[in-house]
């Protein structure tokens, strides 16, 4: 017989108050059990015009400030969260059968966060954040090897790439937090954590 918490929820849901906690657990097992990009998730946003999009982005942060991926600040995802600061991220572990879905508020990076992680990504993926105009169109595919060849001709030194003005960081500072695990029949477990009058407060979600 499975093991229950306090809920009546599988052991897996634990009895923490802090989302955070319960995030960090599920995300380490998903690291040792998911066989490709455990850190992937699906982002959804929406423009000022209230058009949604959604696309897969890797999470590279994570603390109590909240959920931080990178990308180009010119892209459609960064235009569309410079005119509507509100965005959704989802985790689906498949290998697990759970998902973790995050709603919240978006805010930038500090230069020193987006430094620090341009820094320790490979010269190749710096010299990219260089030569790509992300989601703008290409007349070929050498028109993109050319820009890295020029960069790469730019900043020889593989230790010498600085970070680019339109490249940096979002954080995702979240105010409900859904924990979700399959369920024979469709009677999936959910636990949402909702944070109101300066604390989390948690409640059970009928599938």
């Not at 987006?114 to 030569?131: E, F, L, Q, T, V």
């Not at 105010?175 to 059970?204: A, S």
């Amino acid at each position: 017989m499975n093991q229950k918490n306090s809920l009546g929820l599988d052991i897996c849901f634990k009895d923490e108050d802090n989302p955070f906690k319960l995030f960090e657990e599920w995300f380490n097992l998903a690291k040792e059990k998911e066989p490709n990009d455990p850190n992937a998730l699906a982002l959804a946003t929406s423009d000022k015009e209230g058009n949604p999009n959604v696309r897969m982005v890797l999470l590279k942060g994570f603390s109590e400030k909240g959920f931080v991926f990178y990308t180009n600040l010119n892209s459609p995802k960064s235009k569309a969260l410079f005119a509507n600061p509100k965005a959704s991220m989802c985790f689906h572990w498949k290998s697990l059968l759970r998902q973790i879905r995050i709603f919240g508020s978006i805010e930038n990076v500090s230069d020193k966060e987006a430094n620090d992680y341009y820094n320790s990504r490979k010269y190749g993926s710096r010299i990219g954040a260089w030569a790509s105009k992300q989601s703008t169109t290409l007349k070929n595919r050498d028109e993109l090897l050319s820009s890295i060849e020029k960069y790469k001709k730019k900043y020889p030194d593989t230790n010498e790439v600085p970070r680019p003005e339109h490249w940096s960081g979002w954080r995702l500072i979240p105010n409900e937090i859904e924990f979700w695990l399959d369920g024979e029949n469709r009677i999936h477990e959910r636990l949402k954590y909702k944070f109101e009058q300066n604390k989390w407060d948690k409640f059970l979600l009928s599938p």
